[in-house]
C-alpha cells in the first residue's frame, strides 16, 4: 500500500469516527487533495477511498449538515471528478440533484464549487449528463449562476466555472445541449465575449464554451440567427484581438463547415483580417507564425469554396484577397503557395473569372510553378492543386483554345509518369477538359503511342475508380473529338476497345452516352480493325442487356440501339478491302470477323428484343428501335 493510500484510508475512517464534527477531517481531506502529488499515486489512493466507502460518508455528511460544512463536501467533490474512474460513483451515489440544487444558492462561494464539482463530474461522463438532464426537471437553466449572480458583474473567476459547467455538462449531449440553446446560451455567451475581452482567461473558456457548442449539429440554425458570429469577427479587430486569433480561426474554420455560416462570414470583414494577420506573419520561421499563416490561408480558402465568398473576394479582380493570392504564387514560403493556387481554383469555379484570370495570365504563372516542381514526388499536394485549378480555367470553351497556346498540354503531360492516383485523376480532367471541342488536341493525344498506351493502363486501374472512369472518358473523349482514322486505329492497337465496351455498363448515365458515342464512331469508321476486340469484349451481351433491362433509360435506348444499327449497317454495305482477304477467306484460312459479329447479334435475341422496343412509350425509342429493325429485315429478305 503507498503512502498516499494508507493517508487517505486513514483519514476516511476518522471521518467516520467524528462523523459529528467532521469538519477537521474535511480540511485535511481537501488539503491532501489540493497538494502537489503524482497524478497515478493520487488516483489509486482515491480510488482505494471509494472502495472503503468514502462517497457514501460524504454523502451522509452532504444531507445532514451546515452550510459552512456542505461546501467543503462540494468542494471535495469537485476534486475528486478530477479522477476519471471516481465521476460514474459519484452519480450512481446521487450527488448530481444535491448540486443542481446548490446552483440556486445565495453563497457564491456555494454555487462556485457546485458548479466547479458538476462540472468535473459530467467531464467525458455520459452517465453523469443523463443524470442532470432526468434531475433537472424545473428546467432550471444551466447558465442560471451568471443571471443570479449579476450577470456580468460578477467576479470573473466565479463567471468561469458558470462556463465550465455549461461546457463539461452540455458537451456531446443533445438533450442538454437544446435545452441551453433553447434557453437562450448563445446569447449568455456574446454577452461575455463583448464584456470581458480583457480578461483573457475568462475570454477564452467562453471561446472553449462557443467551440463545444458548434459542434454539434443543434445550434446550426441558433447560432447563424444570433449575433454570436459577427461578435466573434469583431474580437479579430480589437486591440486585445490578438491574443485569440488562434482560438478565433480555429472557430471559424469549424463553423465554415456550415454553407450557411461560410455564406454569412462571406459579408463580413473576416477576409480582410486574415490578410491582415497573414502579412503580419508573413517571413517569420517561428511555429507560432508559421501556424497563423496555415490557419488564415486555410480559413480564407473554406470560405472560397462558398459561391457568395468567391465572388465577394474576387471583386471582378480587385478584391484583396485575390489581388494577395496572385503575390503568393511567387512566395518562398510553400504554404503560400499552395493557398493563392487553391484560391484560383475556387475563383475558376465561375465562368467569367475564369476568362479574368486567363486574361491576367494567372495560367502561365501556373505553368512555371508546376514546371519548378515537377521532379518533386513530395509535391503532389501542389499538383493536384494546380492541376485542379487548370481544369477549372479549361471548361470554359472560349478559354480552350489560350490554354493550348499556353502550353498547357505539354507542360501537364509532364507529370504523366507520376505513381499517385490523385495527381492522375486530375490531369486526366485536365487534359479531357482541354480536347472537348478541340480537334487539334484531340489528335496530339489521341495518335501518340506512349501516352495512348499509359492512358489504357489507368482505364485498367482497379485500385482508383476515379482514374479508371476519368481516363475511359478521356479515351471516349478522344474518339468524339478526333474523328480521325489513324486516332481509332491507335486506341484499336492500344488495346483501348474493352474500357470502352466496359464503360457502356457504367452506373451513370453521361458515361454510358460517352461511350456508346465513342463505339458508333469506331463501328462506322473502322469496323474491320475494331470487330475482333469487339467480339472479344463481349459487345453482344453488352448490347442484349441493356436493350433488355426494363429500367435502361430511354436516352441509353436509343444510343444502344443506333450503335447495333451502325455496326450491322457497316458490315452489310462493305466487302473485304483487298483481293487477298476476299481469297483467306473463301479459302477458309481466316474468318470474316465483322459478319461474325454480326450474325452473333442476328441470333443473339437482340432482333427480338428491338420487336418489344418498337411498341415502347417513348417515340425516340420506337423509332430507333424500327430503324434497326427494317435493316435486320432487309438482310432477310435479300437472303
Not at 485569440?244 to 471559424?252: M, N, S
Not at 470553351?397 to 492522375?424: D, H
Request: proline share 3%; glycine share 6%.
Amino acid at each position: 500500500m503507498s503512502e498516499e493510500t494508507e493517508d487517505i484510508l486513514n483519514m476516511v475512517e476518522s471521518l467516520r469516527v467524528t462523523s459529528d464534527e467532521p469538519e477537521k477531517c474535511l480540511d485535511r481531506i481537501l488539503k491532501f487533495l489540493l497538494i502537489e502529488q503524482d497524478e497515478e499515486d493520487l488516483d489509486q489512493a482515491l480510488e482505494a477511498a471509494v472502495e472503503k466507502g468514502m462517497l457514501g460518508d460524504l454523502y451522509d455528511i452532504m444531507t445532514h449538515t451546515s452550510n459552512g460544512t456542505l461546501c467543503k463536501v462540494i468542494q471535495i467533490l469537485a476534486e475528486l471528478g478530477k479522477t476519471e474512474s471516481i465521476r460514474e460513483p459519484c452519480v450512481i451515489q446521487g450527488f448530481i440533484p444535491i448540486l443542481l440544487q446548490q446552483l440556486k444558492s445565495d453563497d457564491i462561494t456555494m454555487a462556485t464549487q457546485a458548479c466547479r464539482a458538476l462540472g468535473n463530474i459530467c467531464f467525458e461522463n455520459d452517465l453523469g449528463r443523463n443524470a442532470v438532464d432526468e434531475n433537472d426537471f424545473k428546467g432550471i437553466l444551466l447558465f442560471l449562476p451568471f443571471q443570479t449572480w449579476g450577470g456580468r458583474h460578477t467576479a470573473p473567476q466565479t463567471i468561469a466555472c458558470g462556463f465550465l459547467i455549461l461546457l463539461n455538462v452540455t458537451n456531446t449531449h443533445d438533450g442538454l445541449m437544446q435545452k441551453a440553446v433553447d434557453g437562450g446560451a448563445l446569447d449568455v455567451l456574446d454577452e461575455y465575449i463583448r464584456y470581458h475581452q480583457e480578461d483573457h482567461g475568462l475570454c477564452n473558456m467562453v471561446l472553449l464554451t462557443v467551440g463545444s457548442f458548434i459542434d454539434s449539429e443543434i445550434c446550426r440554425q441558433k447560432f447563424s440567427e444570433s449575433s454570436l458570429l459577427s461578435t466573434i469577427v469583431r474580437l479579430l479587430d480589437t486591440h486585445a484581438g490578438e491574443v485569440y486569433q488562434e482560438t478565433v480561426l480555429d472557430l471559424l474554420i469549424n463553423l465554415s463547415e456550415w454553407d450557411e455560416v461560410k455564406d454569412l462570414l462571406a459579408e463580413t470583414s473576416l477576409s480582410n483580417n486574415l490578410i491582415q494577420i497573414i502579412q503580419v506573419n508573413q517571413g517569420k520561421l517561428d511555429p507560432e507564425s508559421q501556424q497563423l499563416i496555415k490557419m488564415a490561408s486555410d480559413l480564407l480558402i473554406l470560405l472560397l469554396t462558398g459561391d457568395k465568398g468567391a465572388e465577394a473576394m474576387f471583386a471582378n479582380g480587385e478584391g484583396p484577397v485575390f489581388v494577395e493570392s496572385v503575390k503568393w504564387l511567387e512566395d518562398e514560403d510553400s504554404r503560400l503557395q499552395m493557398a493563392a493556387v487553391l484560391a484560383i481554383g475556387n475563383f475558376a469555379r465561375n465562368d467569367n473569372h475564369c476568362q479574368r484570370l486567363v486574361e491576367e495570365g494567372i495560367v502561365e504563372q501556373l505553368l512555371e510553378l508546376l514546371k519548378s516542381h515537377r521532379d518533386h514526388e513530395a509535391d503532389m499536394t501542389l499538383h493536384h492543386a494546380i492541376l485542379s485549378a487548370l481544369r477549372n480555367l479549361a471548361i470554359p470553351a472560349r478559354n480552350k483554345p489560350a490554354l493550348l497556346m499556353a502550353g498547357v498540354l505539354e507542360t501537364v503531360l509532364l507529370l504523366m509518369s507520376s505513381e499517385t492516383m490523385a495527381v492522375v485523376f486530375k490531369l486526366l480532367g485536365v487534359l479531357r477538359m482541354l480536347v472537348d471541342g478541340q480537334e487539334t488536341a484531340a489528335l496530339q493525344l489521341g495518335t501518340d503511342r506512349l501516352f495512348m498506351d499509359r492512358l489504357v493502363g489507368w482505364c485498367e486501374v482497379d485500385e482508383h475508380a476515379g482514374v479508371q472512369g476519368e481516363g475511359t472518358r478521356l479515351l471516349a473523349s478522344l474518339v468524339k473529338n478526333g474523328r480521325s482514322v489513324e486516332l481509332m486505329r491507335n486506341v484499336i492497337k492500344c488495346q483501348g476497345i474493352p474500357p470502352l465496351v466496359a464503360m457502356v455498363s457504367s452506373e451513370h448515365l453521361v458515361m454510358q452516352n460517352e461511350a456508346l458515342v465513342a463505339l458508333t464512331l469506331i463501328c462506322s469508321t473502322v469496323l474491320d480493325e475494331a470487330a475482333l476486340p469487339l467480339k472479344q469484349s463481349e459487345l453482344t451481351e453488352t448490347i442484349s442487356s441493356l436493350l433488355g433491362n426494363k429500367s435502361t433509360l430511354p436516352e441509353i435506348l436509343c444510343n444502344t440501339l443506333t450503335l447495333t444499327k451502325t455496326l450491322c449497317n457497316a458490315v452489310s454495305q462493305s466487302s473485304p478491302n483487298t483481293l487477298s482477304c476476299k481469297l483467306l477467306v473463301c479459302a477458309g484460312r481466316a474468318t470474316d470477323i465483322p459478319q461474325s459479329l454480326r450474325d452473333e447479334i442476328m441470333t443473339s435475341g437482340i432482333p427480338d428484343i428491338a420487336r418489344q422496343l418498337s411498341s415502347h412509350e417513348e417515340e425516340k425509342v420506337r423509332e430507333a428501335a424500327n430503324t434497326f429493325l427494317a435493316i435486320f429485315d432487309d438482310t432477310t429478305l435479300e437472303r
